[in-house]
């Protein structure tokens, strides 16, 4: 079975700059999240999508973050425009169904604001 | 969901069991308790998870107080590869993952 699929790996930019990540989930999960985890924390919540509604986005900085999963399979994360603080690794996670089930993590996308 | 309290660290002897407590005291009669870990530059990793009593699979066991205010999660002879840092969350009916410190178990040669 594939595990959650996420791109780029690793992504450099300047401040104010954007930049968008991607995630496949695995086949068949109707539940996707994803999460920011700054150096030296756990992963934060920033969004959960049951197919393709937003269930959960209560920690998303909506005035620069976006994320949609329009065809409720794999989503996409914006960050627009980009601040020094966003640097951090933006991990995908999935699940069959919403709560409670265990998640599956992708590798998640290093990003670098300079 | 549950506050969960971990050690922020612990070491182990390379193929001794490793024993990493968590205290779960407000945790309400069916709230689970997760545990997953995260090693070096990768994404978390599901270990187990149980409600009350205890459960073994292929890479941990996971020992609940009948109370249910603590739990132990056991690698019952731990490898450099098991070098990590550990998750205990309980997550309620939400599902809502909420990672604190956790501990960072280092497994020495």
């Known amino acids: 079975e594939a595990g959650v699929a996420q791109s780029p790996r690793y992504k450099i930019i300047e401040k104010r700059q954007s930049v968008a990540f991607w995630c496949n989930p695995i086949?068949?999960?109707?539940?996707l999240y994803w999460y920011q985890q700054i150096l030296g924390q756990g992963p934060k919540l920033l969004i959960q999508f049951q197919n393709n509604g937003v269930v959960d986005d209560s920690q998303l900085p909506k005035d620069r973050f976006s994320a949609e999963r329009l065809k409720g399979v794999d989503s996409t994360l914006k960050i627009q425009p980009a601040k020094l603080e966003d640097s951090a690794v933006y991990l995908c996670a999935s699940s069959l169904s919403a709560t409670p089930e265990t998640q599956y993590f992708g590798p998640g996308t290093r990003l670098l604001v300079l | 969901d549950a506050k969960t309290t971990q050690p922020p660290s612990m070491d182990c002897a390379e193929g001794r069991a490793a024993n990493l407590p968590c205290n779960h005291s407000t945790i309400s009669g069916n709230e689970y308790v997760y545990w997953y870990r995260q090693i070096h530059s990768q994404g978390p990793q599901y270990i187990i998870h149980g409600l009350k009593n205890n459960e073994t699979n292929e890479m941990a066991s996971l020992i609940i107080t009948e109370d249910r205010k603590s739990s132990t999660l056991i690698l019952p002879h731990a490898t450099l590869r098991d070098t990590a840092v550990y998750y205990c969350?309980?997550?309620?009916?939400?599902?809502?993952?909420?990672f604190g410190q956790g501990t960072t178990l280092q497994v020495k040669p």
């Open positions: 086949s068949g999960h109707a539940t």
């Open positions: 969350i309980a997550p309620g009916n939400t599902g809502k993952l909420i």
